[in-house]
């Protein structure tokens, strides 16, 4: 079993629609959670990081559940600038802290 | 502010051959990353440095890889000899935090395509 699973899509919605993603993570001793964002042939870009508690940047909403160990990431109000690759990141400290990257979740966001 | 500069943007060589790509991190950032990214997968790191001292190198394959951050401030990645399965993206991130937190700030990427 991978340590970041993510589904990896592709999401085709249509704009102005909202759309969700989920993240797993196998080790209960993760610490920090992240988005990023990832344009094609780009370098992946920090999104949001992820509270326990949740939280929101404008249409997008972020949360976690840590009794069933994954992430969420919604995006209200699709746009087609947020067509893109979503990757989790999971940080834990094994002796040192490491970040794992999920392998992404493609979204096309349509007219 | 300036980003994470990485070179060359693009490399070909034929397998066997050396192959070095330099990262210049954000100004300030202690902890420098290697990541290498292959077609359709996540980031996976290689090394990462807390100023010049690589603190967790576990998953570079050091028979054929190196790095070195000298002065604790630009970095090199060198693969010697490359072979075709090497082919990818070579990320270097910097973080202004120490210790690997995931808060990263990504360079536009190294693309190696070893023929």
């Known amino acids: 079993r991978k340590e970041v699973e993510q589904d990896p899509g592709p999401f085709n919605v249509p704009e102005g629609a909202t759309v969700a993603f989920n993240c797993t993570y196998s080790?209960?001793?993760?610490?920090?959670f992240f988005w990023y964002r990832q344009d094609c042939r780009k370098e992946p870009k920090l999104l949001m990081s992820?509270?326990?508690s949740g939280n929101e940047d404008g249409r997008f909403t972020a949360q976690l559940n840590r009794a069933s160990q994954y992430i969420s990431l919604l995006i209200r109000d699709s746009k087609l600038s947020d067509s893109a690759t979503y990757l989790c990141?999971?940080?834990?400290?094994?002796?040192?802290?490491?970040?794992?990257f999920g392998a992404g979740t493609r979204l096309f966001v349509k007219a | 502010e300036a980003g994470v500069v990485q070179s060359p943007r693009y490399k070909i060589i034929e397998k066997k051959q050396p192959v070095a790509f330099w990262c210049n991190p954000i100004s300030g950032h202690n902890t420098l990353y290697w990541y290498r990214q292959n077609l359709g997968q996540g980031p996976e790191l290689l090394i990462r440095y807390e100023n010049e001292e690589a603190v967790d190198d576990s998953q570079l394959p050091k028979d054929r890889f190196s790095a070195e951050r000298l002065k604790g401030v630009d970095s090199t990645l060198k693969i010697q000899p490359a072979e075709l399965g090497d082919s990818a993206v070579y990320l270097c991130?910097?973080?202004?935090?120490?210790?690997?937190?995931?808060?990263?700030?990504f360079g536009e990427g190294s693309r190696l395509t070893v023929l």
């Open positions: 992820v509270y326990s």
């Open positions: 990141a999971v940080s834990l400290n094994t002796g040192g802290f490491k970040t794992i």
């Open positions: 080790n209960s001793a993760s610490q920090s």
């Open positions: 991130a910097s973080s202004p935090r120490q210790g690997d937190t995931g808060e990263l700030f």
